[in-house]
């Protein structure tokens, strides 16, 4: 099998050209290591990190911008955005605190990327 697609791990962009067969993968185009194990992973199993907001009660603003404490597999995406749809905190909420753990059953928690305080 083989695959072409643009590196996102820093701002060169790679175009990378990855062939596999059974176990060996192949990369070529990366400008660095960082490319070629992002390619390598690509392949086996994508990975993202997901970054959203959910509804915050009681706060300044009524979204809450939050992000998975890491990379989740990009399979898991619509499965943790239809459950972070049901999600509601009540301010005051700090940054990197655990809103959810293993949201979606993905290994990873959700945690708010701000805080905010309590409206009086």
Known sequence: MKKTFDCIVCPMSC???VTKQKDDIQVRGNSCLKGA???RQEMIEPMRMLTTTIRIEHAIYPLLPVITSRNV???KLFAIMEACKHVCVSAPVHVNDVIVKN???SGADLLAS????RRI
Do not use: N, Q
Not at 114 to 117: A, G, I, N, Y
């Open 15 to 17: 175009h990378l050209e």
């Open 37 to 39: 194990a992002f390619a």
């Open 73 to 75: 597999p990009k399979a």
């Open 103 to 105: 949201i979606a059953d």
């Open 114 to 117: 701000r805080s905010m305080e």
